[in-house]
């Protein structure tokens, strides 16, 4: 074989035998393949907005390519309304002690994963996934620091954010601080304290000077402007036979507060199954949906096994549990089984909505040079 070529062969037995013949100066490639099977089932409530779904198959293609500062990552869901979409498309060049980025980038700034205030051009959370924003970003490093420009290039009618951020490390604690501005002022601060081999402990707040908040008044929901701050504590800590704890805590001011979904419940219990209640559903339609969020999340791993269980409280009301289990088994590093439930609790005001309870088999497969 010709010197300036290389091989690679990828074999799934029974299924696959295909080699590849690429050049010697390829490209970095990672295709990985997911299959869902899924059943949700609803119990009835007083304002039934979640629908039952027979058994349902999705099937999800991801494509990542990248070469010398340049990375394109596609998706393909055949089921989707938007079968093919580019998820990221961006360019990463070094000048010197300056580094910059033009295109489409998802930038993960916070450390949290119940809520990152400070992703403002990124996932909000870490169950999320959000199609990356086209921006223009410079960033300088100063030896472990970095001071970093970036404004986003929105295509729509939305109006730009652009924001001046600058990070640092002191002994076991990562900082950062942020300004930003699109139609009003926002500043935000977060940092990251590991003091051993076991502990983290993290924390990021914002504040707005103006940004939108819901409110339930005079038996009806109202959205109006003003001063507002989102903010994240937490913790996680790991031990040595593969566990690791998350403890997490989330303040939106911009959500309804206890008192207003208290409100909220009391008319609806008045108006089940007329007009006016369905007219309350935009209350269950906001990002966070409650002022204050808990969260509980242990993942543990035995080996090729690896089981998660997360559990989210949500300050309504009553206070009103989303339960997220999944287990999952990786016999290689290219393949990997996974089954999974969820339910949102019929209890509490959130609950009024309508149980899901969501059922989940997934396969994987990765393949890679």
Known sequence: MNQAMSAKRYVIPGVLNLMLILPASALDWRLEADWEAERQETVDAPLPLVEETPFDWRERYDLSVSQSGAQLDLRFEPQADSALQ???AFYDGRLGDYELTLGRKNLHWDYGYLANPLNWLGPEDGRSETLAEPLVSIQQFRGINTDQAVCSLRLNDEPELCALRTQGFAGA???????????????????????????????????YESAERWQYRDS??????????????????SGASGWQLWLEHHYDSRA??????????DDLDVWSGTPQAMALA??????????????????QNWGDWDLTG????????????????????????QAEVRVGWQSTSSSGILGRIGRSDVYLFGFNWVLAP
């Not at 935009?282 to 993942?299: D, F, G, K, N, V």
């Open 256 to 265: 309804l507060s206890v008192i207003d979904w208290r409100r909220l419940a």
């Open 282 to 299: 935009p209350a269950w339609q906001t990002p966070t949906l409650t002022e204050h969020r808990s969260m509980i999340r242990l993942t």
């Open 220 to 237: 009806a929901l109202d959205q109006s402007a003003g001063a507002a701050w989102n903010g994240l504590v937490g913790a996680q800590v």
């Open 173 to 207: 604690l990562d900082w950062q601080a942020l300004v930003g501005y699109q139609e009003s002022w926002r500043v935000g601060v977060g940092a990251s304290w590991v003091p051993g081999q076991r502990w983290e402990y993290h924390g990021s707040v914002v504040g």
């Open 310 to 333: 997360t559990l989210i409280g949500f300050w309504a009301d009553e206070a009103t549990p989303l339960t997220d289990l999944e287990l999952s088994y990786a016999w290689t590093q």
């Open 86 to 88: 580019v998820r990221q």
